[in-house]
C-alpha cells in the first residue's frame, strides 16, 4: 500500500522557515519522480515544486524559486521541502505527491 506521510508543518510569522518532510513506504521511492503541491483555503490545488528520481533537476512554481528548495534523501525514503522567507500567502496545506498518489498533508500557516 503506497504511503505519503508529510510533516513538519506549524504556524510561523512573516520571514520566518520551516522544513516539511514526506515519509514514503509502500512504492520504489527511488524511482519516482516527486513533487510537493498545497492548497490554500478556498483555492484549487497549486503545484509547489518538483525533483527528479534521483534528485538530478528540481523545478519550481515562480513564486518560490529563491524561497523554497526541494531535496530527497533516497536511503531514507524522504522527501523534503525547505521552506524560508515565508508570506502570508503561503499559508496552506502542504502535500507530497507521487505520480496519482497524494498525501494528506501538513498545514503551514503563515501569521504575525
Known amino acids: 500500500e503506497v504511503q505519503l506521510v508529510e510533516s513538519g508543518g506549524g504556524m510561523v510569522q512573516p520571514g520566518g522557515s520551516l522544513r516539511l518532510s514526506c515519509a514514503a513506504s509502500?512504492?520504489?521511492?527511488?524511482?519516482?519522480?516527486m513533487s510537493w503541491v498545497r492548497q490554500a483555503p478556498g483555492k484549487g490545488p497549486e503545484w509547489v515544486s518538483g525533483?527528479?528520481?534521483?534528485?538530478?533537476?528540481?523545478y519550481y512554481a515562480e513564486s518560490m524559486k529563491g524561497r523554497f528548495t526541494i531535496s530527497r534523501d533516497n536511503a531514507k525514503n524522504t522527501l523534503y521541502l525547505q521552506m524560508t522567507s515565508l508570506k502570508s500567502e503561503d499559508t496552506a496545506v502542504y502535500s507530497c505527491?507521487?505520480?496519482?498518489?497524494w498525501g494528506p498533508g501538513t498545514q503551514v500557516t503563515v501569521s504575525s
Open positions: 505527491s507521487a505520480g496519482t498518489y
Open positions: 509502500g512504492f520504489t521511492f527511488s524511482s519516482y519522480d
Open positions: 525533483i527528479t528520481w534521483n534528485g538530478g533537476s528540481t
